[in-house]
């Protein structure tokens, strides 16, 4: 079936600092969504692509619309708030199941 | 906008107890997901369905049963829990196969 791998699986940023994760998947996608769970358990919803970039603040995701394999989501002058785990996900190909990456744990420090 | 409701939030039960967790959306969504997440892992479809009355069985059905009573609701059974499982079950709907909202989980634990 269709895979998606994440990276990276931890991550530690200072306060102020920039980074990128990424999400690769196996298959071409129609779309890639973005979420970030915090601790609560909660899943907000960050973005939602079928291609091109997309901007929210400190946040920005891309989907690259040639491949359609590959998506990153750069986190800007990172905060306290940031802190969280970091899933993508896209629908499978010909069904309705989503796939989901086994997450980004960030971790902002002061 | 709209809203996804879950309940019970929190869900206890015991070894071999039929459990039923029941999930609301507003959006006036055709589909709706069941997944479970287990402690610092990713989610893993348990259900889903694509209209009312439809189901349709995702990675993990194997131990639950579902139920699509109409377009606003959809229920997922543990039919028998298992001693000492421990998980968090999370309800989404969406139009067709674009972005999925999500409730806010009901934890199970199971004594």
């Known amino acids: 079936g269709d895979q998606v791998e994440q990276s990276p699986s931890a991550l530690s940023l200072h306060e102020g600092t920039d980074s990128a994760l990424r999400c690769n998947f196996t298959?071409?996608?129609?779309?890639v969504q973005w979420f970030r769970q915090n601790s609560r358990g909660s899943l907000i919803s960050l973005f939602y692509?079928?291609?091109?970039t997309k901007e929210n603040g400190r946040l920005k995701s891309a989907f690259d619309s040639k491949e359609r394999r590959y998506s990153t989501l750069h986190i800007r002058d990172a905060q306290l708030e940031d802190s969280g785990t970091y899933f993508c996900?896209?629908?499978?190909?010909?069904?309705?199941?989503?796939?989901f990456g086994a997450g980004t744990r960030l971790k902002v420090i002061a | 906008g709209g809203i996804i409701t879950q309940t019970p939030k929190f869900l206890i039960g015991q070894e071999g107890q039929k459990l039923t967790l029941k999930c609301q959306q507003n959006?006036?969504?055709?589909?709706m997901y069941w997944y479970r997440q287990d402690s610092g892992k990713g989610l893993r479809l348990i259900y889903y369905?694509?209209?009312?009355?439809?189901?349709q069985k995702g990675d993990l059905s194997e131990g639950y049963d579902a139920s699509r009573e109409k377009k606003s609701s959809f229920s997922l059974t543990v039919t028998s829990a298992q001693k000492n499982e421990m998980a968090v079950f999370l309800c989404?709907?969406?139009?067709?196969?674009?972005?999925?909202?999500f409730g806010p989980g009901t934890r199970l634990t199971v004594l």
């Open positions: 369905s694509i209209t009312e009355n439809d189901l």
């Open positions: 959006f006036n969504h055709d589909t």
């Open positions: 989404a709907s969406s139009i067709d196969r674009d972005e999925q909202y």
């Open positions: 996900a896209a629908p499978n190909t010909g069904n309705y199941k989503y796939v």
């Open positions: 692509l079928a291609s091109g």
């Open positions: 298959t071409t996608m129609r779309s």
